[in-house]
């Protein structure tokens, strides 16, 4: 085994959830207020997700009022608390990019028999 999968191996997480891209998530997000810390819930579908060992992201967008959000996590970051499957999603790319540019009936992504 190499030196560098020797560190990270300690800092990989083991109960993230299989998912792929066009899945619907939840994600709980720590989020740290001053003193206070609580879990903030961004539930949308996977954009696009980057494989890079301990470096590994995934972006999630959802509709907010109209407007489209968009945000990256990283899937082994102490900050990410947990990851939630809503509905799994049947896609035919890796990237779903051309999602941005749609709204309304155009924006749904078929269901995963």
Same mark, same amino acid.
């Given at each position: 085994?190499? !030196? %560098?999968?020797? *560190?990270?191996?300690?800092?990989?997480? #083991?109960?993230?959830? +299989?998912? #792929?891209?066009?899945?619907?998530?939840?994600?709980?997000?720590? *989020?740290?207020?001053?003193?206070? +810390?609580? *879990?903030?819930?961004? +539930?949308?579908?996977? %954009?696009?997700?980057? #494989?890079?060992? !301990?470096?590994?992201?995934?972006?999630?967008?959802?509709?907010?009022?109209? !407007?489209?959000?968009?945000?990256?996590?990283? !899937?082994?970051?102490?900050?990410?608390?947990? *990851?939630?499957?809503?509905?799994?999603?049947?896609?035919?790319?890796?990237? %779903?990019?051309?999602?941005?540019?749609?709204?309304?009936?155009?924006?749904?992504?078929?269901?995963?028999?």
């Amino acid at each position: 085994m190499n !030196i %560098l999968d020797q *560190i990270t191996q300690d800092y990989k997480k #083991n109960d993230v959830p +299989e998912f #792929n891209v066009g899945d619907t998530v939840k994600v709980h997000v720590k *989020i740290i207020e001053g003193q206070r +810390e609580r *879990i903030q819930v961004f +539930e949308g579908y996977v %954009l696009k997700m980057q #494989n890079g060992g !301990i470096s590994q992201t995934f972006t999630v967008r959802r509709l907010a009022q109209g !407007i489209g959000v968009e945000k990256t996590f990283p !899937i082994h970051s102490p900050k990410v608390d947990k *990851i939630e499957v809503v509905k799994k999603g049947r896609v035919r790319r890796a990237k %779903l990019n051309y999602m941005r540019e749609r709204t309304g009936k155009a924006a749904r992504i078929k269901k995963a028999k």
